[in-house]
């Protein structure tokens, strides 16, 4: 069995890296990400150094990244664990098992904790990410353990019983989100360097369970993104231009990580059986703005290939004659897409009807006939 779990996950490294890719690949649309502040309330302010507290840096950091990825992603579902500086429960553990919680019950594409950190030696500085680790022989390697965590968000691996259930459908869940989750601390890493910060790197500690990670049924990642004990980067990490850049590489992260899904996504139209029973309920979801071309706005993505493909009635149905080609990078270069509106709330009304056709249909921006 567990070779079988580490095929499925070097497979899953592959596809992710576009090393190889099947023919169809299909992710659920709209996309779901949540977003988690770490810490929050009075009796859990996480690191605190010169009266400034971590609760409040990863609020404003996760308030700003919201906001960034509203903009970038419209059809983004977005969801934070808190919004404000509560608690989430008056018990620390379960507090901590409440945020993924909220990930599994909106089926999350990705679960992103945000942190600050904090060590002993006030010379260490840098971003990191941290993934989960069961055991040892899990993720293949060791890592010194360098971080100073809260004893509150992580437990023993030495607790946890081996022949429970809850392990054994972790340890499931792990092998096949792994490889996504360092794909996507990869590119965190990079989105951090190209604003000039320092990025330690996805790490594991071994023997620690982080609270937060462990019930995940998704992909889902901690980001710490800097050393509150380091006088420098408290100051970076504390001042509201330093939250927008860090939040601003999070988010291009985050469009570059759905990219990647959206090149293995093709989205095949159902039968013509199943398409709007007659031509007035298509109209509906046309522009409303006549026959003048709108050259940015919004439009709604039903198909993307790797081959260029002929727009025809019996491959999109009686979408064909508003559907037009444009073309993105990756290996599933060529989107096919309806109409354009130059409202978001004209794409959205369009969007309910174009499901009824194509189910797994999602709106994208343009500009100049090229995708945002």
Not at 151 to 159: K, V
Not at 327 to 333: D, F, I, Q, R
């Amino acid at each position: 069995m567990r070779k079988l779990y580490l095929i499925l996950a070097l497979l899953l490294v592959a596809v992710a890296n576009n090393a190889i890719a099947r023919e169809f690949v299909v992710w659920s649309n709209p996309r779901v990400v949540v977003i988690d502040p770490g810490h929050g309330g009075a009796s859990r302010p996480g690191a605190v150094r010169g009266g400034i507290k971590e609760k409040d840096i990863n609020l404003a950091v996760s308030l700003e990244l919201r906001r960034l990825l509203g903009e970038k992603l419209p059809e983004l579902e977005i969801y934070l664990t808190r919004e404000k500086d509560v608690e989430l429960h008056a018990d620390k553990s379960a507090d901590n098992l409440s945020r993924p919680k909220l990930a599994n019950e909106k089926g999350a594409d990705l679960f992103i904790s945000i942190h600050a950190n904090a060590h002993d030696d006030k010379s260490v500085s840098g971003a990191e990410v941290i993934v989960l680790s069961l055991d040892n022989s899990t993720q293949g390697y060791t890592q010194r353990r360098t971080v100073a965590g809260d004893g509150d968000d992580y437990i023993d691996i030495g607790n946890i019983d081996r022949n429970s259930l809850a392990f054994i459908e972790a340890l499931s869940l792990l092998m096949n989100n792994d490889p996504i989750n360092r794909t996507f601390g990869d590119i965190v890493g990079n989105k951090l360097r190209s604003i000039g910060r320092k990025y330690r790197g996805v790490k594991v500690y071994p023997g620690r369970v982080w609270t937060v990670l462990y019930p995940l049924r998704g992909p889902g990642i901690i980001v710490e993104i800097g050393f509150m004990s380091n006088s420098e980067e408290l100051k970076y990490i504390s001042s509201k231009a330093g939250q927008s850049k860090i939040a601003g590489a999070i988010c291009d992260a985050i469009v570059e990580y759905l990219a990647l899904l959206d090149e293995m996504t093709v989205s095949t139209p159902t039968s013509e059986a199943e398409s709007p029973a007659n031509e007035s309920s298509e109209a509906k979801a046309e522009p409303s703005k006549g026959d003048t071309p709108i050259e940015q706005g919004y439009t709604i993505q039903v198909m993307a290939s790797a081959t260029e493909l002929e727009i025809s009635e019996s491959r999109f149905g009686k979408l064909h004659t508003k559907i037009a080609k444009f073309e993105g990078k990756g290996t599933y270069k060529y989107k096919y897409c309806y109409g354009r509106y130059a409202t978001l709330n004209e794409a959205k009304c369009a969007l309910e009807e174009i499901r009824a056709v194509a189910k797994d249909a999602y709106i994208v921006q343009f500009e100049d006939c090229k995708l945002k």
